[in-house]
């Protein structure tokens, strides 16, 4: 088991940053692949960031990548997504989830832990 909260979501006009934090507590954080999905009014929950259990490898949606990071430290279990360039069409309710057995690469937006979630919205 592990539980997962969200901070440092906002109000950011587009073409600004944030960066969102999630501290996990629970046994074992450095064998779970963290991850970062995100859900509109309205839509369906996407996936946006994934990392592995050391930290070495990264997997982005194509909306996000080349604009968001996703990191962790797993001394502090803690896992980061810095948010840049941000655009109107990111406004949504940022989650982080944590999977035991997930692949790396997937899109899926079906992890096992998840938090309450983070409330981002970008203005134009």
């Known amino acids: 088991q592990v539980q997962l909260v969200e901070s440092g979501g906002g109000l950011v006009q587009a073409g600004g940053s944030l960066r969102l934090s999630c501290a996990a507590s629970?046994?074992?954080?450095?064998?779970?692949?963290m991850g970062w999905c995100r859900q509109a009014p309205g839509k369906e929950r996407e996936f946006v960031a994934a990392?592995?259990?050391?930290?070495?490898?990264?997997f982005y949606a194509a909306s996000v990548k080349g604009r968001f990071t996703i990191s962790r430290d797993n001394a502090k279990n803690t896992v980061y997504l810095q948010m840049n360039s941000l655009k109107p069409e990111d406004t949504a309710l940022y989650y982080c989830?944590?999977?035991?057995?997930?692949?790396?690469?997937?899109?899926?937006?079906?992890?096992?832990?998840w938090g309450q979630g983070t409330q981002v919205t970008v203005s134009s």
């Open positions: 629970g046994r074992m954080f450095n064998t779970y692949v």
């Open positions: 990392i592995t259990y050391g930290g070495g490898s990264t």
């Open positions: 989830a944590a999977d035991s057995t997930r692949p790396l690469r997937s899109i899926k937006p079906d992890f096992d832990y």
